[in-house]
């Protein structure tokens, strides 16, 4: 049985995309199966991770991350039950995390995870921007006590996922206050993001973790060393506003990033006094 909630759906059954393995999501996660953009052409699924005292204390309201892969990021990386534990242990803020799919096809997931048009491929970043800010969160902060400013907001995601968290970053500052990005994907039209960073006329205030694997191959470390110090350049301070880490042995897949998920959570939402 589908029981509705907020306009919303509850998912208790197991869910995973073809090819992927199956996972129960519990009751804390809520399911919109069939969101609607004007910017992109295909709907797709949110996932709505909510803390633990979210139906219990009604007048609280909370700070949200946003993650690209909507799917992955609940159903393999966990991140929902990883943001339960750190909440309960008191190690971060309680939070709502919003997992956003793409289209569903792989072309899709490269048309809107990237900024510009490369070698005949992708380029819809500025509508996936535009979806995010005009449509998604203002249907998040509508449905859910959300904390809806720039400092209270973040945006994430690994690959493709992360260099589009880093492209959106650095062109809505005024939305997401909070960055995680996740083995980006440097490589994309010859360095784009880094000409974006290397633009900038003024440092946004943002808070920034940026990692990498050490065995993702490909020079992806190198490259990911250059936006480090590219971000630092124009005024991050190391251990500051941005973290940087690499992963000794890790590579560049799924099981790494839902890893380091523990780590992202901590340096981007930790703990504070407590809201009321």
């Known amino acids: 049985m589908v029981v509705l909630l907020l306009g919303c759906a509850y998912a208790p059954w197991g869910w995973a995309q073809k090819g992927q393995r199956t996972r129960q999501l519990p009751p804390h996660v809520r399911f919109h199966p069939d969101f609607k953009s004007q910017f992109l052409p295909k709907s797709r699924q949110l996932f709505v991770y909510l803390?633990?005292?979210?139906?219990?204390?009604?007048?609280?309201?909370?700070?949200?991350?946003?993650?690209?892969d909507g799917a992955n990021s609940?159903?393999?990386?966990?991140?929902?039950?990883?943001?339960?534990?750190?909440?309960?242990?008191?190690?971060?803020?309680?939070?709502?995390?919003?997992?956003?799919?793409?289209?569903?096809?792989?072309?899709?997931?490269?048309?809107?995870?990237?900024?510009?048009?490369?070698?005949?491929?992708?380029?819809?970043?500025?509508?996936?921007?535009?979806?995010?800010?005009?449509e998604v969160k203002p249907f998040i902060d509508r449905e859910y006590r959300t904390l809806p400013d720039a400092a209270h907001t973040g945006?994430?995601?690994?690959?493709?996922?992360?260099?589009?968290?880093?492209?959106?970053?650095?062109?809505?500052?005024?939305?997401?206050?909070?960055?995680?990005?996740?083995?980006?994907?440097?490589?994309w039209d010859r360095g784009v993001i880094l000409r974006s960073v290397k633009s900038l006329t003024a440092k946004p205030e943002q808070r920034i973790w940026l990692d990498v694997g050490s065995e993702e191959g490909a020079g992806m470390d190198k490259n990911a060393r250059r936006l480090r110090d590219a971000l630092t350049e124009k005024g991050w301070a190391l251990d500051s506003d941005l973290y940087y880490f690499e992963d000794k042995r890790a590579r560049h897949e799924d099981i790494a990033w839902a890893l380091r998920m523990n780590k992202v959570l901590r340096f981007l939402f930790p703990a504070t006094k407590a809201r009321g």
């Open 51 to 68: 803390p633990p005292d979210y139906l219990t204390n009604e007048a609280k309201r909370y700070p949200v991350l946003y993650l690209f």
């Open 74 to 134: 609940f159903v393999i990386w966990e991140v929902d039950e990883t943001a339960r534990l750190l909440i309960e242990a008191q190690l971060i803020e309680p939070l709502i995390i919003v997992g956003v799919e793409h289209g569903g096809t792989w072309e899709d997931r490269t048309d809107e995870y990237t900024p510009t048009r490369f070698s005949g491929k992708g380029g819809k970043g500025e509508e996936t921007g535009r979806m995010l800010v005009e």
């Open 155 to 187: 945006l994430g995601g690994a690959s493709l996922g992360g260099i589009m968290a880093m492209h959106l970053g650095l062109r809505y500052p005024q939305t997401f206050g909070k960055l995680a990005v996740m083995s980006p994907s440097v490589w």
